[in-house]
C-alpha cells in the first residue's frame, strides 16, 4: 500500500473518534506522523519472511517436517483446522441436568454422559476441574447429584467416596453461585438463599456505576438469560430418594455472610463493596419475597430481546456453553415450547459440542476453529512453508471469510470505531477478541496471493483489524480479551461474582502477542501503541522475572508471549529484563528436560513454573529462552532433545496435562491441537537461530 494511502486512513479512522476518546485520538495522531515518514513504517500487507533455509535432514529438521505433514493431514476441506477443546466434569453435568429440565433425561446421549462422569471420578472420591488437581466440590457436587438421578445407589462405594469428598469441602453452600442457582431449580437449594440475579440490570442506563455493559463480555452472556431464570425460579421434579439433601454440611449455614460470599475481602475497601453487595443481594430477595417488582416485566422483556437479538450470527449465544444452556432454560421459562425455532437452534448448538463414543460422551465448552487455524498457519508460515502454499491461501480465506463486519457489543466502549477483528468459533459476530483477532492478522501477514483480487482483499481486511485492535487498547497500556475499559474491580465483589471473572482487564499474555502482531506489520518501537504495551508489560514484570497467563497455564505462557512481544518491538534480547525471564526458565526446568506448570500455581504463586512436562509448555520455555536468544545452553538443547525424543510417529505430540485456562482458579482446558503446533513453532525457530 502507497504511503499516502496510509495517511489517508490514518486520517480516517481519526475522524471517526469521538472528541471524548482524546487519549486514543492522540494516539492516532502520533500512529500518522509516523507513517508520514517512510523510513519509520514499511508495512505493504506482508510481513518480513525469514530467508529459506536449506533442510540438511538433521533430527530436527526430521521433526518439522512430520509435524507439518500431521498438521494438514487434519486440515479440512474448507481450509480450516479445528482442534478438540476439553474441559471439565461440569460440562457433562450441566448437560444432563439441563437435558431432565427439559424432558429429555432418558435420551441415550444423557447415559453416556452420566457414564462418562462415573469413569472420571477421582480415586479420593469427588471430581476434579483440571487434570491431576484436588476434588472441586462445586463440580463435584453435580456429578454426584446426576448419578443419583440416574439411580445409582447412594450407599455404593463409589457415591459413598463421593459423599465424603464433598461434605469436607463444605457441602451444598460450598458450590458458587452459579450451581445453587442450577440446584435451587431442582428444589435442591433455596432460592431464597441465591444471589439476587435481577432483571431489572438490563434498565440501568450506560451512565450508572454498574450496568451490563461493564461486566466481562463472557460474564454479560451468561448473566442475562440467568437473570430470566433467577427471576420466574422454575421448579424442575425430582423423583422420590434422588435428591441431595445428604450434601448439606452439618453445622454449615446456608445464610448469606461477607465470607461466605467473598472470602476475598481482605481489605477495607474489598470488605466495604463485599458488604455493600452482599446487603443489595439481600434485599432484592426480601422484595422478591414480598412480591414488589413493578418492572420487572419491562426488565424481562429487554433481557429477552437482548438475548434474541445476539442468537443472530452465532452459534448459540456467546457461542460458548454456559450461555447456551442458560438460554435454552430461560427461553423455556418465557414459555417457549420445546419446537420454537429460538428453543431448537440452541439445542441443536449444544448438541454440536458433543463428542459422543461408543459408551461415553464429553462435551465441548464451545469449538476453536478461529483459534486453531490462525495459530495453525502462522506455525506452519514459521517453520519454512511456502507462504503461497495453496493449503495455507486456503485457511487465509476461511479466516477472511470469518472477518467481523458488524458492531458488537465491543463499540459501546469504543465509540464510532468501525468493526474489524475476528472470533475464536465459527459464528460469533458480536463478540471478536483482540487475542483472536492478533493471531490472525499475524497469519495473514504471513501470506501471499498471486491474485490481485484475494491480495487486496488480504491487505484490506488487515488494516481493518489493526484499526480495530489499536481502538481496544487500554489507557494502561494493555489489552482485555473482548472489552475496552472493562476494569471497575469493585464488580469482583458483586455475590454471583464468584466464578472469578466479572471484568476484563488488560493481562500479560494478550499484550505480548499484539506486540508481535505490531512488529510483523511493521509498527516501530516508536508507536505509541507500541510504546504504551510495552510500558504495561514493563509495569506488570514480577520480581523474579515472569509474568503472569491469563489465558494460558500459567507463568510459562505469559512469560513466553510477554518476553516474546518485547523482543519483537521495544527490546533487545540482551535486556536485562528478557535475560531474567530467561535465568527463571532455566531455573524450572524439569529433570527430563521439558517443562510443565500446574493449573495450582493459580492458587500458589510458589508453584509457578512446577509441574509434569508438557509438550506445549515445553515449547513456551524454549521461546521464552529463544527470545533472549540462547539457542546453545544446555538447558537450550535439553528442551529440544525432550522434543524430539516424545514426538509420536504421526508427527504429534501429547499433552499429559491441561495447559489451557479459561477462568483462572474455576475452568480450564485442554486444548488438543496445542501439543501438535507449538512444539513445531518452538523447533523451527531453534532451528532458524542455531544456524
Not at 15 to 22: E, H, K, V
Not at 101 to 112: L, Q
Not at 113 to 138: F, I, K, M, N, S
Not at 543 to 570: E, F, I, K, V
Amino acid at each position: 500500500m502507497a504511503r499516502e494511502e496510509l495517511i489517508e486512513l490514518a486520517r480516517y479512522v481519526e475522524r471517526l473518534l469521538p472528541a471524548r476518546l482524546g487519549a486514543f485520538a492522540a494516539q492516532l495522531r502520533a500512529h500518522r506522523a509516523l507513517v508520514s515518514e517512510p523510513s519509520m513504517i514499511t508495512f505493504d500487507g506482508t510481513s518480513p519472511r525469514p530467508a529459506p533455509r536449506t533442510r540438511t535432514s538433521t533430527p530436527v529438521d526430521r521433526a518439522i517436517e512430520a509435524a507439518q505433514s500431521q498438521l494438514f493431514s487434519i486440515q479440512a476441506e474448507d481450509g480450516s483446522w479445528c482442534g478438540v477443546l476439553e474441559g471439565d466434569s461440569i460440562l457433562e453435568s450441566e448437560y444432563v441436568l439441563l437435558m431432565h429440565a427439559i424432558g429429555r433425561g432418558g435420551a441415550p446421549r444423557v447415559r453416556k454422559a452420566v457414564e462418562h462422569l462415573r469413569r472420571t471420578q477421582l480415586p479420593e472420591g469427588g471430581w476434579t476441574h483440571y487434570e491431576g488437581g484436588p476434588p472441586e466440590v462445586g463440580g463435584s457436587v453435580k456429578a454426584y447429584f446426576v448419578l443419583k438421578l440416574a439411580g445409582d445407589d447412594p450407599e455404593s462405594e463409589p457415591m459413598a467416596r463421593a459423599r465424603r469428598a464433598i461434605l469436607a469441602q463444605g457441602g451444598l453452600d460450598a458450590c458458587n453461585s452459579f450451581t445453587k442457582i442450577l440446584l435451587a431449580m431442582f428444589g435442591q437449594y433455596p432460592w431464597s438463599k441465591c444471589p439476587a440475579v435481577i432483571p431489572e440490570m438490563m434498565l440501568l442506563p450506560r451512565w450508572f456505576p454498574f450496568n451490563i455493559g461493564d461486566m466481562s463480555a463472557w460474564s454479560r452472556t451468561i448473566v442475562v438469560p440467568l437473570s430470566i431464570v433467577w427471576a420466574t425460579k422454575p421448579r424442575v421434579d425430582v423423583p422420590a430418594g434422588r435428591g441431595i439433601e445428604e450434601l448439606r454440611a452439618p453445622g454449615v449455614s446456608s445464610r448469606w455472610s461477607l465470607e461466605a460470599v467473598n472470602p476475598k475481602a481482605k481489605t477495607v475497601k474489598a470488605f466495604f463493596w463485599a458488604f455493600f453487595f452482599t446487603l443489595v443481594s439481600g434485599f432484592f430477595n426480601l422484595v422478591e419475597r414480598i412480591g414488589i417488582n413493578p418492572l420487572r416485566r419491562h426488565a424481562l422483556r429487554k433481557a429477552e430481546a437482548w438475548t434474541l437479538e445476539r442468537l443472530e450470527d452465532s452459534d448459540g449465544l456467546g457461542a460458548i456453553f454456559p450461555p447456551i444452556i442458560n438460554t435454552i432454560l430461560a427461553l423455556r421459562c418465557l414459555g417457549y415450547s420445546e419446537s420454537h425455532p429460538a428453543v431448537v437452534s440452541q439445542i441443536a448448538e449444544l448438541e454440536r459440542l458433543v463428542l459422543e463414543g461408543d459408551d461415553t460422551l464429553r462435551v465441548q465448552p464451545c469449538l476453536s476453529p478461529v483459534w486453531d487455524t490462525g495459530i495453525a498457519v502462522h506455525c506452519l508460515l514459521a517453520s519454512g512453508v511456502d507462504p503461497q502454499d495453496r493449503r495455507l491461501l486456503d485457511a487465509g480465506r476461511w479466516l477472511l471469510d470469518k472477518e467481523c463486519t458488524r458492531i458488537g457489543d465491543w463499540a459501546d466502549k469504543v465509540g464510532d470505531a468501525r468493526p474489524g477483528g475476528w472470533f475464536f468459533e465459527y459464528r460469533n459476530v458480536f463478540y471478536p477478541d483482540t487475542d483472536d483477532t492478533a493471531q490472525v492478522l499475524t497469519a495473514l501477514s504471513g501470506l501471499k496471493y498471486p491474485g490481485a483480487r484475494d491480495e487486496d482483499r488480504r491487505r484490506a481486511a488487515i488494516h481493518r483489524g489493526l484499526d480495530w485492535l489499536l481502538a481496544m487498547q487500554n489507557d494502561d497500556g494493555g489489552f482485555g480479551a473482548f472489552d475496552r475499559g472493562c476494569d471497575k474491580e469493585f464488580l469482583t465483589y458483586v455475590p454471583f461474582a464468584d466464578h472469578n471473572a466479572m471484568i476484563d482487564p488488560s493481562c500479560e499474555d494478550i499484550t505480548g502477542r499484539a506486540l508481535e502482531t505490531f512488529a510483523k506489520l511493521g509498527l516501530p518501537a516508536e508507536h505509541p501503541a507500541v510504546a504504551r504495551a510495552a510500558s504495561f508489560l514493563a509495569s506488570r514484570r514480577e520480581p523474579d522475572g515472569t509474568w503472569y497467563g491469563r489465558w494460558g497455564t500459567n507463568y510459562l505462557y505469559g512469560t513466553w508471549l510477554a518476553s516474546w512481544g518485547l523482543t519483537r518491538t521495544a527490546l533487545e534480547t540482551d535486556d536485562p529484563s528478557v535475560q531474567a525471564a530467561a535465568t527463571w526458565v532455566r531455573t524450572v526446568q524439569n529433570d527430563d528436560g521439558g517443562w510443565g506448570e500446574s493449573q495450582h500455581s493459580y492458587d500458589d504463586p510458589s508453584a509457578k513454573g512446577r509441574g509434569v512436562s508438557t509438550a506445549s509448555q515445553t515449547a513456551w520455555g524454549l521461546l521464552t529462552l529463544f527470545a533472549a536468544g540462547d539457542f546453545d545452553s544446555d538447558a537450550a538443547r535439553r528442551g529440544v532433545a525432550h522434543l524430539l525424543d516424545r514426538q509420536r510417529e504421526d508427527g504429534s505430540w501429547h499433552d499429559p496435562a491441561w495447559t489451557g485456562t479459561g477462568f483462572p482458579r474455576v475452568f480450564y482446558l485442554r486444548y488438543h491441537l496445542y501439543a501438535v503446533y507449538f512444539p513445531l513453532l518452538a523447533l523451527s525457530t531453534y532451528a532458524q537461530g542455531a544456524d
